[in-house]
């Protein structure tokens, strides 16, 4: 195998026998395999000149998003999509001139044309997966399922380092649209996110723990549940479910258990009752919680039950999980807390007016945006110290799991207005676009560089490439990305990079900190 596609990577360089994440080569050649047929499929798409079919848009999007960093484990069920896709090409006609599709990373022996092949496929993975989320809940844009042809074909022609450049940048504006899309899908099923408190501690019935990112899994067992004598708890990026409408009509929606995926481990076991992992941000499974696990969607690990796609008018059955709860003793309590959230950008834009007095009064000096993931590493506790050394009259605006490494810190407010803004999941990055260019609206500016506001994002997997794509495509400038860079970048691609964009890398938090308050 060979495989480095998220932060973790071994040595920052790339994982050969095992994944960092804990995937076996097994599995990384399978994905490989089903990359290879997803551009197989593109090209023999693109020669016949048509447009591809929602149902195939829906199929490509399903599979980038199986191959997503710690989405799915098992080589069966990737066997299964390998299966399905070859089904799929063969429903294409063959394409003349069509090239020999090397399989894997290192099929592309030239360093600059590689990095860049792989910088516009896992953007694309992290578009099939945002755009994954918004097909399920009945929103789709045809404009990503055609971009998805167009650069699953491109990694497979002889382009130059520029033309695939200018992709890339395309497959930001193609980020944009996949998370509006979710956005919208989000908002018209279940209401626009409410600033909301949620709770950390436990009740003393059995509980379901439910984790990941589908918010129509978390609906269906909501449902399901009502009346059950069993609670539900989120985890993970599920926690901002407690901020839509139409899940707080649920009483037994207790509150949000544990932090961010990497600490599952230790939280699944104490949580005692079962688990539910809606999508990505599985790790391996101990031992001591496997009999209590359930994935569903594109989520999967070898020898945990999976729950079946729900049928055409019917929910996913959730019954096993139910009658498993109902045997299991509460949950063990972690922290009793409270958890402020729910400033999506219709939120943030309704205290526009005291956003923007704040800040002519100087009563507000600047915003860090310091959204993105959370991970393992020890150098990730420098978001944490920035979060905790920056001027109180700064605004902190976060979206994606990077926020556990500060959302529960008593850092205060500025005119009743708090200083940690949490949009929400991964994917509500979009919000912070949105209020962005919203406030150079305000202030008539002519690019969002010019408002008191900077970009220090963590990074992991390949929906966080999406999003910072789709910063770079909006023009966002000065971005500063850590705790290292990907190594997916060659030195030619992150020195391109770096002058057309003056993307930073992470360094000492102080230091950071006085650089971004003086606009650098």
């Given at each position: 195998?060979?495989?480095?596609?998220?932060?973790?990577?071994?040595?920052?360089?790339?994982?050969?026998?095992?994944?960092?994440?804990?995937?076996?080569?097994?599995?990384?050649n399978?994905?490989?395999?089903?990359?290879?047929?997803?551009?197989?499929?593109?090209?023999?798409?693109?020669?016949?000149?048509?447009?591809?079919?929602?149902?195939?848009?829906?199929?490509?999007?399903?599979?980038?998003?199986?191959?997503i960093?710690?989405?799915?484990?098992?080589?069966?069920?990737?066997?299964?999509?390998?299966d399905?896709?070859?089904?799929?090409?063969?429903?294409?006609?063959a394409?003349?001139?069509?090239?020999?599709?090397?399989?894997?990373?290192?099929?592309?022996?030239?360093?600059?044309?590689?990095?860049?092949?792989?910088?516009?496929?896992?953007?694309?993975?992290?578009?099939?997966?945002?755009?994954?989320?918004?097909?399920?809940?009945?929103?789709?844009?045809?404009?990503?399922?055609?971009?998805?042809?167009?650069?699953?074909?491109?990694?497979?022609?002889?382009l130059?380092?520029?033309?695939?450049?200018k992709?890339?940048?395309?497959?930001?504006?193609?980020?944009?649209?996949?998370?509006?899309?979710?956005?919208?899908?989000?908002?018209?099923?279940?209401?626009?996110?409410?600033?909301?408190?949620?709770?950390?501690?436990?009740?003393?019935?059995?509980?379901?723990?439910?984790?990941?990112?589908?918010?129509?899994?978390?609906?269906?067992?909501?449902?399901?549940?009502?009346?059950?004598?069993?609670?539900?708890?989120?985890?993970?990026?599920?926690?901002?479910?407690h901020?839509?409408?139409?899940?707080?009509?649920?009483?037994?929606?207790?509150?949000?258990?544990?932090?961010?995926?990497?600490?599952?481990?230790?939280?699944?076991?104490?949580?005692?009752?079962?688990?539910?992992?809606?999508?990505?941000?599985?790790?391996?499974?101990?031992?001591?919680?496997?009999?209590?696990?359930?994935?569903?969607?594109?989520?999967?690990?070898?020898?945990?039950?999976?729950?079946?796609?729900?049928q055409?008018?019917?929910?996913?059955?959730?019954?096993?999980?139910?009658?498993?709860?109902?045997?299991?003793?509460?949950?063990?309590?972690?922290?009793?807390?409270?958890?402020?959230?729910g400033?999506?950008?219709?939120?943030?834009?309704?205290?526009?007016?005291?956003?923007?007095?704040?800040?002519?009064?100087?009563?507000?000096?600047?915003f860090?945006?310091?959204?993105?993931?959370?991970?393992?590493?020890?150098?990730?506790?420098?978001?944490?110290?920035?979060?905790?050394?920056?001027?109180?009259?700064?605004?902190?605006?976060?979206?994606?799991?990077?926020?556990y490494?500060?959302?529960?810190?008593?850092?205060?407010?500025?005119?009743?207005?708090?200083?940690?803004?949490?949009?929400?999941?991964?994917?509500?990055?979009?919000?912070?676009?949105?209020?962005?260019?919203?406030?150079?609206?305000?202030?008539?500016?002519?690019?969002?560089?010019?408002?008191?506001?900077?970009?220090?994002?963590?990074?992991?997997?390949?929906?966080?490439?999406?999003?910072?794509?789709?910063l770079?495509?909006?023009?966002?400038?000065?971005?500063?990305?850590?705790?290292?860079?990907?190594?997916?970048?060659?030195?030619?691609?992150?020195?391109?990079?770096?002058?057309?964009?003056?993307?930073?890398?992470?360094?000492?938090?102080?230091?950071?900190?006085?650089?971004?308050?003086?606009?650098?």
């Amino acid at each position: 195998m060979f495989c480095f596609q998220c932060q973790e990577t071994c040595k920052n360089q790339g994982c050969t026998m095992r994944g960092m994440c804990g995937k076996s080569s097994e599995a990384a050649n399978r994905m490989d395999q089903l990359i290879e047929l997803l551009k197989e499929i593109a090209w023999r798409v693109e020669a016949s000149g048509q447009k591809p079919s929602p149902r195939l848009g829906r199929f490509l999007t399903r599979s980038l998003f199986i191959t997503i960093t710690n989405a799915n484990f098992d080589p069966a069920r990737l066997q299964q999509q390998i299966d399905e896709a070859a089904a799929e090409r063969d429903k294409l006609p063959a394409a003349a001139n069509m090239p020999e599709i090397p399989v894997g990373v290192l099929g592309t022996s030239e360093e600059d044309i590689r990095s860049w092949r792989e910088l516009l496929t896992y953007g694309m993975k992290g578009i099939g997966a945002y755009a994954d989320h918004a097909a399920i809940l009945g929103v789709e844009d045809q404009a990503v399922y055609d971009f998805l042809i167009k650069g699953l074909a491109a990694t497979v022609k002889p382009l130059s380092v520029d033309a695939l450049a200018k992709l890339v940048i395309e497959c930001g504006h193609v980020a944009v649209l996949a998370m509006a899309a979710l956005d919208r899908a989000n908002t018209s099923n279940y209401g626009r996110p409410e600033i909301t408190t949620v709770k950390t501690g436990v009740g003393k019935r059995p509980g379901i723990l439910i984790s990941g990112h589908d918010l129509k899994d978390m609906a269906e067992l909501l449902e399901q549940t009502l009346n059950s004598g069993v609670d539900i708890y989120t985890h993970g990026e599920m926690l901002p479910a407690h901020y839509y409408p139409a899940f707080k009509k649920y009483p037994h929606l207790v509150g949000n258990y544990g932090g961010s995926w990497f600490h599952q481990n230790t939280e699944f076991e104490s949580f005692n009752g079962p688990i539910l992992m809606t999508t990505n941000c599985i790790i391996p499974v101990r031992d001591s919680y496997q009999e209590r696990i359930f994935t569903t969607g594109m989520a999967g690990y070898p020898g945990v039950r999976h729950i079946p796609d729900r049928q055409p008018g019917r929910q996913k059955d959730f019954s096993a999980l139910i009658a498993l709860a109902k045997r299991c003793q509460p949950p063990t309590e972690l922290d009793d807390l409270e958890i402020v959230g729910g400033f999506a950008h219709d939120q943030v834009l309704a205290l526009a007016d005291r956003i923007i007095a704040a800040i002519q009064s100087g009563a507000i000096k600047r915003f860090i945006v310091m959204g993105g993931c959370d991970g393992r590493h020890k150098t990730r506790e420098y978001f944490t110290e920035v979060a905790e050394n920056l001027p109180k009259d700064t605004i902190i605006l976060t979206a994606g799991c990077a926020k556990y490494r500060y959302n529960k810190l008593k850092l205060g407010e500025i005119d009743g207005i708090p200083r940690v803004l949490d949009a929400g999941q991964c994917n509500d990055s979009y919000s912070l676009a949105v209020i962005a260019m919203k406030l150079q609206e305000a202030f008539q500016l002519e690019n969002l560089n010019q408002l008191p506001i900077s970009f220090d994002l963590a990074w992991y997997e390949q929906k966080a490439v999406a999003v910072l794509l789709a910063l770079l495509a909006l023009g966002v400038k000065g971005i500063r990305l850590g705790p290292t860079l990907p190594a997916f970048l060659s030195p030619n691609a992150a020195k391109v990079l770096i002058e057309h964009f003056d993307l930073k890398l992470t360094g000492e938090a102080r230091q950071d900190i006085a650089a971004m308050m003086s606009g650098q």
